[in-house]
């Protein structure tokens, strides 16, 4: 038992980043971590973080065992799951990592709604807008856009995430339109943080990757969308959140003939995990209700 202890004191504070963070996410003093870290070094014989002053990072043999141990946990958890939950019906937990606009938007409600399909099941969602990876972080799912794939993680499709980039007409009140993508340079650009400045369009030939220059960025895309209708500059933004602004004219497609290169929303699944009946099955749920795309919303203007 001792063994376990240890494994899950590394773990929570690899993913914690601080044996204090550890301690309170697991509800015991930071000696107690400390110490089962310590424990499991000695078994193991080898350091698993660099201890300084100022920060805590885990060496070479931390990162290789990391993932290994956390497969590890999964299987003895699932082992020692109830055997009689499909006798009461769907159970379990799901911890989902959700990026802010979709979850907000339209994810949070198919999360809703399967819960309310299986009322037994809990259903814990953290909002983060970077890429995660959901076994070293301790989710079941983790779902977004960004391309970002990881070891001994699955990734499962969901549906389509095209982006357009546009602009307000008043941007373009002094300025020339720009035809090609690569005119983009030396214009205001409004970027979403994770992306970076490096936007891709789609060529006749191949992908055309263009370096622009940002004078506003936010890790949310609501927060782009009220910057391009202040004129602020061109913004790459989902279609389905800036469509009803294309349709009133509020926002203008720029360059519709070089489009963006599209996104596509995926579920990050630990391998592991697969196991879990509640995480299959919401799974499917969700690629069922996004088999037809995202849902078209109607954004609130302010």
């Known amino acids: 038992m001792n063994i376990l202890l ?11 980043g601080s044996f204090s963070a550890a301690g309170r996410d697991l509800g015991v003093a930071t000696s107690v971590i400390t110490k089962r870290v310590k424990r499991l070094e000695e078994h193991l014989t080898t350091q698993l973080f660099v201890r300084t002053t100022r920060r805590l990072a885990l060496t070479v043999d ?4 990391r993932p290994r141990l956390q497969l590890l946990v999964g299987e003895i958890e699932d082992t020692l799951a109830t055997p009689s939950a499909q006798e009461l019906g769907l159970t379990g937990s799901l911890r989902i990592k959700a990026p802010t606009t979709l979850a907000s938007m339209f994810f949070g409600d198919i999360c809703a709604a399967f819960q309310a399909r299986n009322p037994r099941v809990k259903i814990e969602i953290v909002l983060i807008d970077r890429s995660v990876n959901p076994l070293e972080e301790g989710f079941d799912v983790a779902v977004g856009a960004l391309p970002q794939s990881y070891a001994y993680v699955i990734d499962y499709p969901l549906c389509a995430y095209p982006r357009v980039l546009c602009a307000a007409p008043e941007y373009f009140a002094s300025r020339k339109r720009p035809k090609d993508p690569t005119e983009l340079v030396g214009h205001e650009c409004i970027t979403f943080h994770t992306i970076g400045t490096t936007w891709t369009f789609q060529m006749e030939t191949s992908p055309l990757n263009v370096e622009i220059t940002s004078n506003f960025t936010a890790n949310d895309s609501r927060i782009l969308l009220a910057a391009a209708r202040q004129g602020l500059g061109l913004a790459i933004l989902p ?3 800036a469509q009803s602004d294309l349709d009133s004219g509020r926002l203008e497609e720029v360059m ?3 489009p963006v290169e599209p ?5 990050l699944v630990p391998r592991i995990k697969m196991n879990k009946n509640v995480v299959a099955e919401f ?7 996004l088999a037809e795309g995202i849902p078209d919303q109607a954004i609130p203007a302010f």
């Open 239 to 241: 279609r389905f959140l």
């Open 62 to 65: 931390g990162e290789r065992l």
């Open 6 to 16: 240890d494994i899950g004191a590394f773990l929570a504070t690899a993913r914690a």
């Open 283 to 289: 799974i499917s749920y969700t690629q069922k209700r």
């Open 263 to 267: 996104l596509w929303v995926k579920a």
């Open 256 to 258: 519709p003939e070089c």
